[in-house]
């Protein structure tokens, strides 16, 4: 699978790494978890730029709703397996529009 470049907000980067912190495995299932959860963490800088504030470990908040940044997917073992965790993840009706919407970036239409 090649690499693929995805544009993702705030909003859906907390997201897949809430949909990745929930997952259950072996050591190799970690790993991949890790290493996608590692590049989809928010740096110090974009934290200070999106005025992130983090309450505890489940409950955070930022201002900045329109800031994206694009994200390099390049192992593409890890690419795949995200889209597989994408695909059988159950979202809440309430945020469909958004979900939906970054589905679409990974190319996940159903």
Excluded: C
């Amino acid at each position: 699978m090649n690499n693929q470049i995805v544009k993702l907000t705030v909003w859906e980067r907390m997201t897949l790494l809430d949909v990745l912190g929930q997952q259950r495995g072996d050591v190799r299932t970690l790993r991949k978890a890790l290493a996608l959860m590692t590049m989809l963490e928010l740096t110090d800088d974009e934290k200070v730029k999106v005025k992130f504030i983090q309450y505890s470990e489940q409950q955070y908040a930022w201002e900045d709703r329109e800031y994206a940044l694009d994200v390099e997917f390049n192992d593409g073992n890890n690419l795949a397996y995200l889209k597989e965790l994408l695909k059988a993840h159950q979202f809440p009706v309430a945020v469909a529009r958004l979900a939906l919407a970054m589905l679409e970036k990974f190319g996940i239409t159903d």
